[in-house]
């Protein structure tokens, strides 16, 4: 990772290209689970999180080239070649070719619609949290097609199995590194979007 690179920077970036708050919510949601799997397993959480909270930076502008303009908007803050390839391995075989073949890559790759499956899940209990989430809960979740139609069950099952783990794991680790970031995370989304 470029050691210059801030977090204020990344920010700065990823607001520059992304205005919704459901775009903004989601990158920093996957920052902090970023972070918290860094932590996990004894890796940079600085260089994980900010991979996390640019993982979508071209997403909102972009969508028909997501994951292909990532490193143009990535070179304005001079991202490491590591980072611009963590990043752009999230989309590998829906929307590039860039393969996660480190751990962090692959934990990216299996976080990113697992998150998103998690926050919808967790709108839809009584107190509006992953705090009181269970796995069986969420596998419920999981089978109805139906429901949060948008995140890919496909790509959470690839990413469990690149990362050896079995769904329950994978699971119950993102549950817990949501738990780990959720009030900062809605702490910092109310800021940033007033």
């Given at each position: ?161 690149r990362l050896g ?8 680790k993102t549950i817990?590194?949501m738990r780990s ?14």
């Amino acid at each position: 990772m470029s050691d210059s690179l801030t977090r204020e920077q990344a920010l700065a970036l990823l607001q520059k290209y992304n205005k919704e708050p459901f775009h903004i919510l989601h990158a920093l949601t996957v920052e902090g689970v970023m972070r918290w799997f860094a932590a996990e397993e004894g890796e940079d959480p600085d260089f994980w999180g900010l991979c996390g909270l640019l993982h979508d930076v071209d997403f909102e502008r972009y969508p028909e080239q997501h994951c292909l303009k990532a490193p143009e908007l990535l070179a304005e803050i001079n991202a490491s070649p590591e980072m611009v390839h963590a990043i752009c391995s999230h989309g590998y075989g829906l929307c590039c070719d860039v393969e996660p073949v480190h751990q962090m890559e692959k934990v990216l790759f299996a976080v990113d619609e697992l998150t998103g499956l998690i926050g919808a899940a967790a709108k839809m209990r009584p107190s509006k949290s992953v705090m009181d989430m269970e796995v069986s809960s969420l596998k419920k979740k999981f089978k109805d097609k139906k429901f949060a139609a948008g995140c890919s069950r496909e790509v959470i099952r690839t990413g469990a199995e690149r990362l050896g783990w079995t769904l329950d794991e994978v699971m119950e680790k993102t549950i817990l590194a949501m738990r780990s970031c959720e009030a900062s995370v809605a702490q910092e989304l109310e800021t940033l979007c007033v």
